[in-house]
């Protein structure tokens, strides 16, 4: 089964470089990654991409025709992406048996990914298809202020409470600062609530009201428990260190989306069809009741009528009922052979025969002479 990497992090963070180093990795233990380049306003990629959005749509192109600015055609290019995102789906199931990873990368501007509907569709589409990871990239030298460093983490939680997805944090540049001081702020409270004073004192804000500290403060308090759910990875990706430990919380990951994120979705699922049930049964109750067929009702009063089948049952039954208990009186008979309805009187019938041939004679000759005299008064 592939494994989907979905690669998000702030512009600046090295996304694009970590996903080069990541493919060089993976090619060198001779298992080459499915790559998906998903920033339709780059340039140029350090990697070689199975599937580039630049080749669907046109992101200069976009941003002429539709009058747009940079962050708002990254948007729609994705829009216009993410209606074909079936027929990626299936190039990727086609491919499945020669690869083990699916690596994603997407555009810098990070809340143009995470933010938007086609986003979310992208993101979806694959989770609900392969065990799929949310890999955030930090910039570490950037996050050595505890302001900063809590900024980044509160947007790495929300990504995380977003898309429902088992994360990993990873710290990229480590070739340049380490990232112990960040692994430790988040697993030491009482650290990083020395480094914050530190800082503070630092930059001379001691003197102020202290709300920001105090902000901080409760924030960090909060991301505790989230810190626990988290796995973190330190790298860099212009040595290349730390990528044979990243892989291995990546398995875990991937166990992690089977036990938990697959379980979910399929109760999710199930959830949604029993709502639907519901939902169908409650319509039908309501048509039940405007065509009265209430089972309450019918249970209530049995007596009552309830369509016209019912009607002309009880009708039947009726008829039948009063046709056993009204006996037909014995039939009287003037001639026995009328019991049969023959005459076997031969001179009666001679009689009647006689009379209607003269009747008829009669009739039909005086007719037919008023006809020729009418005939011959209209000529003359």
């Known amino acids: 089964m592939v494994c989907t990497i979905l690669c998000i992090g702030m512009a600046g963070s090295g996304k694009t470089t970590f996903m080069q180093r990541l493919n060089s990795h993976l090619h060198s233990k001779n298992t080459p990654p499915y790559v998906i380049n998903l920033d339709p306003a780059v340039l140029k990629v350090p990697f070689g991409a ?19 600015g940079p962050n708002g055609a990254i948007v729609t290019s994705l829009n216009l992406f993410s209606t074909k995102i079936d027929q990626v789906i299936k190039l990727v199931e086609k491919r499945s048996d020669k690869f083990q990873h699916c690596i994603v990368d997407t555009p810098g501007q990070i809340e143009c990914f995470v933010w938007s509907a086609s986003g979310a569709i992208i993101t979806e589409a694959f989770a609900s298809t392969f065990p799929t990871v ?18 980044n983490m509160l947007y790495a939680c929300s990504i995380l409470y977003k898309t429902k997805l088992p994360m990993i944090i990873v710290f990229n540049k480590t070739d340049v600062k380490k990232s112990d001081f960040a692994e430790e702020w988040m697993t030491d409270f009482e650290a990083f609530q020395e480094a914050l004073a530190s800082d503070q004192e630092l930059n001379d804000e001691s003197q102020g009201s202290g709300y920001m500290s105090s902000l901080v403060n409760s924030m960090s308090l909060m991301l505790e428990e989230f810190y626990s759910t988290l796995d973190v990875a330190s790298v860099s990706s212009y040595t290349g260190t730390g990528f044979d430990d990243f892989l291995e919380t990546i398995d875990k990951k991937v166990d992690e989306y089977n036990e938990f994120y697959k379980t979910e979705r399929d109760n999710i699922l199930k959830e ?22 209430s089972k309450d009702k019918k249970n209530s009063n049995k007596e009552e009528v309830e369509v016209v089948s019912d009607l002309e049952d009880e009708l039947e039954v009726g008829e039948d009922d009063e046709a056993e208990g009204l006996q037909e009186p014995d039939r009287e008979y003037t001639f026995a052979e009328d019991r049969n309805g023959d005459f076997l009187d031969e001179d009666i019938q001679k009689r009647y025969q006689d009379a209607l041939d003269a009747t008829s004679k009669t009739s039909s000759s005086a007719t037919a002479e008023n006809i020729a005299k009418y005939i011959k008064g209209s000529q003359g």
């Open 50 to 68: 199975n599937i580039d959005i630049r080749d669907s749509v046109n992101y200069k192109k976009v941003m002429h025709e539709y009058n747009l």
């Open 134 to 151: 949310i890999a955030y990239i930090i910039d570490t030298p950037r996050n050595i202020s505890p302001t900063t460093f809590m900024s």
């Open 272 to 293: 949604k069809e029993k709502q639907d049930a519901l939902k169908k049964e409650k319509s039908l109750n309501h048509l039940m009741k405007d065509l009265g067929l």
